[in-house]
Nanobody
Framework: QVQLVESGGGLVQPGGSLRLSCAAS????????MGWFRQAPGKEREFVAG????????FLRDSVKGRFTISTDNAKTTVYLQMNSLKPEDTANYYC????????????????WGKGTLVTVSS
């Protein structure tokens, strides 16, 4: 069974850090790009970061540039989202996705979604 499983969410104070992980299992995702999306209460889901498995292409939305980093492991089974200097507006459910199209700020043709991990930034 194809799965993407996120972990690493939690409650953190403003200015703190978290590292989200997305573990891929059940198939080879090397032909897909991997992305992180987030959805805050009452808001639409938004594309936060994307990467191809070689790491040669990455994308970060403007609001997280300089604070978040996306990376993969050498085994090409896990994608990470390192989040530093967290702000209350980063509070959301964060979802991992595998997609066939990743170009610039566009990430689409999503084949698999994870179930999400909740990040809460609050004092």
């Amino acid at each position: 069974q194809v799965q993407l499983v996120e972990s690493g969410g939690g409650l953190v104070q403003p200015g703190g850090s978290l590292r989200l992980s997305c573990a891929a299992s059940g198939r080879t995702f090397s032909t897909y790009a991997m992305g992180w999306f987030r959805q805050a209460p009452g808001k639409e889901r938004e594309f936060v970061a994307g990467i191809n498995w070689s790491g040669s292409r990455t994308f970060l939305r403007d609001s997280v540039k300089g604070r978040f980093t996306i990376s993969t492991d050498n085994a090409k089974t896990t994608v990470y989202l390192q989040m530093n200097s967290l702000k209350p507006e980063d509070t959301a459910n964060y979802y991992c996705a595998a997609g066939r199209i990743f170009s610039g700020s566009f990430f689409g043709a999503i084949a698999v979604w994870g179930k999400g991990t909740l990040v809460t930034v609050s004092s």
